[in-house]
């Protein structure tokens, strides 16, 4: 099995097309189309990292966090890049970052802290926008089943937790064939009238390519009539942040308790407790202030997220519990969620859990 196999399934899970414009996920270093002997699977790719995956034999890291963000514009011995790329090249690793596109994956890594704090009912916090499209196809009515079940194969055709979705319309579609045509029905140089079905469906931006050519694959014409639309409208299940509520409800401090004991904090700073019970909470791992006011809009009781600023706090009486829950220790459950994801589709191929500690912040 080649590196690309492995990359191309996390991408089905968590499309590059769902990260931000500032990020650089994908594959960063090496050759897709090696062959995939093991993988370790990190939060972060540091010099020890690196190391750890040489001594395990393994040519493939898979990191949450890309090591090469911005652009590299020199690479000089003694930057931390510079002997990443050197101990990776030198050795035959390729590596390949999941980062904010899994965070906008409505299964990702917010889902699985979510159901460990007993947390169900989950919604996107911030559903993206201008990701979606509209496609209307025009085929004879006796072929729309398998035109309409192509596109559905190809990903069209899913509102939120529906799939299978279509609008048809019966109407008439007239055609005259030229001497160079080749026509499925009608005769070369004559008006023809066909019954046909008009068939709309909603997809994915990213997967329009994919979703035109099995359309046309599947359709009896030759020259296959169809028109896109480009939508604004949001994407329920994908974007920033999950709002969901917990199975029963409990007070704050015993609630920051649970947190606690999941995520291994030594610490949580808060903002201050509104004494009252906990039933509604959102989640954004990693740095997700930019989503405190989605937050306050969906009546949160609780946000848990991390980097959070000495002024993000003020303002928060009456409103909700802002908590402060740690980069590195909301983000570390990314080695289960790519571990599990790996071993449920690859089970006979090796996929390592990284056991260094990447954690750059320590308490005193």
Excluded at 296 to 321: C, P, Q, S, W
């Amino acid at each position: 099995m080649k590196i690309t196999e492995i990359t191309r399934y996390l991408e089905t899970l968590s499309p590059l097309a769902l990260q931000e414009e500032y990020d650089n996920c994908g594959l960063l270093l090496g050759n897709p189309g090696d062959e995939f002997q093991k993988a370790l699977l990190c939060l972060d790719l540091t010099e020890e990292v690196m190391t750890e995956a040489i001594k395990n034999k393994c040519n493939l890291v898979i990191s949450h966090h890309p090591f090469i963000f911005k652009g590299l514009k020199k690479l000089i011995t003694g930057q931390p890049e510079t002997a990443i790329v050197t101990l990776a090249i030198k050795n035959d690793i390729a590596v390949y970052a999941i980062h904010t596109n899994l965070d906008n994956t409505l299964h990702g890594l917010n889902e699985l802290v979510l159901s460990k704090l007993g947390i169900s009912n989950y919604r996107v916090l911030s559903p993206v926008k201008g990701l979606l499209s509209k496609l209307a196809v025009f085929c004879p009515a006796g072929h729309a089943g398998k035109v309409r079940q192509a596109l559905f194969d190809a990903g069209a055709g899913q509102i939120g937790n529906y799939d299978f979705c279509s609008f048809n319309v019966p109407g008439e579609g007239t055609f005259r064939a030229s001497d160079k045509a080749n026509p499925y029905v009608g005769e070369k140089n004559k008006v023809h009238v066909e019954q046909e079905t008009r068939i709309e469906v909603i997809l994915p931006r990213y997967l329009e390519n994919s979703v035109i050519s099995a359309m046309i694959a599947a359709h009896p014409y030759e020259e296959v009539a169809y028109d896109i639309y480009p939508l604004h409208n949001q994407m329920p299940y994908a974007g920033g942040g999950l709002i969901g509520e917990l199975d029963e409800p409990c007070d704050e401090i015993r609630f920051l308790e649970r947190v606690k004991n999941l995520l291994g904090n030594p610490m949580i700073r808060h903002s201050p407790f509104l004494s009252k019970q906990v039933r509604s909470v959102a989640l954004c791992t990693g740095s997700g202030s930019f989503l405190i006011q989605d937050a306050i809009i969906h009546k949160a009781d609780v946000y848990l997220t991390a980097d959070l600023k000495y002024h993000d706090f003020f303002g928060m009486e009456n409103r909700l519990l802002l908590a402060d829950i740690g980069h590195f220790e909301s983000e570390i459950g990314v080695k289960e969620w790519l571990h599990a994801a790996l071993i449920e589709k690859f089970p006979n191929f090796a996929f390592l859990i990284s056991e260094v500690n990447t954690n750059p912040v320590h308490y005193f």
